[in-house]
């Protein structure tokens, strides 16, 4: 679903015809383009955008927890086309429990930011080789950077202190 004002979107356009089932929302804004993309068709995206247009920098994936909206995750990757300096921003609208594929397959860069996302969200990436805690010890519970994580850090009744 691409909207009229980017009809005329180069990028926009080459991602709508390779698959035009992935993007769900687009927008222009400070000469830089987001695709909102469908998860079931993130991987194919990514490799389109690698392939065919030259976006071979993933400069960064993070998340954004949106709690209690639904669906509650925005996984947000960067990319960036070193020969046409090109930026484009990819989101992904995920709901809390579901998987996303990864696309360490892509880039390898992948794998680190991917295991922030999941150490400090709790957003699970299939396939991805190496999906455990990056920053928090092994044995923390639960995802800090989740908007329903306690501010002091730790778990317990007021009514304990």
């Not at 992904?92 to 991917?114: D, K």
């Amino acid at each position: 679903m691409l909207p009229e004002a980017l009809s005329d979107n180069p990028l926009a356009l080459a991602v709508s015809e390779a698959a035009p089932a992935a993007i769900l929302d687009a927008k222009l804004a400070f000469g830089e383009l987001t695709l909102v993309i469908d998860p079931a068709e993130l991987v194919g995206v990514c490799s389109f955008l690698k392939s065919q247009r030259g976006f071979t920098r993933l400069s960064s994936v993070t998340a954004v927890d949106f709690w209690p909206r639904k669906p509650r995750f925005e996984v947000v990757y960067h990319l960036y086309a070193i020969e046409s300096k090109a930026w484009v921003r990819l989101k992904v609208h995920l709901a809390e429990g579901v998987e996303l594929e990864s696309v360490t397959s892509i880039w390898r860069a992948a794998n680190w930011y991917e295991r922030e996302v999941f150490d400090l969200f709790g957003v699970v990436f299939r396939n991805h080789p190496n999906l455990e805690r990056i920053l928090m010890p092994s044995d923390w519970e639960g995802h800090p950077m989740r908007k329903d994580f306690p501010v002091h850090g730790y778990r317990y009744s007021y009514r304990d202190a």
